[in-house]
């Protein structure tokens, strides 16, 4: 199993920006996909932004333009870099990990908050 640990929500302002880290327990080219998800009290877990060991890359509409996905191998860390951030950016944000195949493993989640 690969253990994910999230770090680097918070509380900003409307406008502001947030880096949100994920490290994995294990060398990250052995995973293949590495997403980022968001959950708001109410809704589903929905697809933020996602990358693979070949570099595709996807973003949710809803954030194309103002958040970028990235992956520093050496540190076997997924980055998601939020900027011009919005309320209803607010919630929940976890990191998965789809490995060996089928095999999948989720992060303990990092409450992100946009606020005035």
């Known amino acids: 199993q690969v253990q994910l640990v999230e770090s680097g929500g918070g509380l900003v302002q409307p406008g502001g920006s947030l880096r949100l880290s994920c490290t994995a327990s294990?060398?990250?080219?052995?995973?293949?996909?590495m997403g980022w998800y968001r959950q708001a009290p109410g809704n589903q877990r929905e697809l933020v932004a996602s990358?693979?060991?070949?570099?595709?890359?996807d973003y949710a509409d809803s954030v194309k333009g103002r958040f970028t996905i990235s992956r520093d191998n050496a540190k076997n860390t997924v980055y998601l870099q939020m900027n011009s951030l919005k309320p209803e950016d607010t919630a929940v944000y976890y990191c998965k990990a789809i490995f060996g195949g089928i095999r999948t493993s989720w992060g303990q989640g990092t409450q992100v908050t946009v606020s005035s």
């Open positions: 294990i060398n990250i080219l052995s995973i293949y996909y």
């Open positions: 990358i693979t060991t070949s570099s595709i890359i």
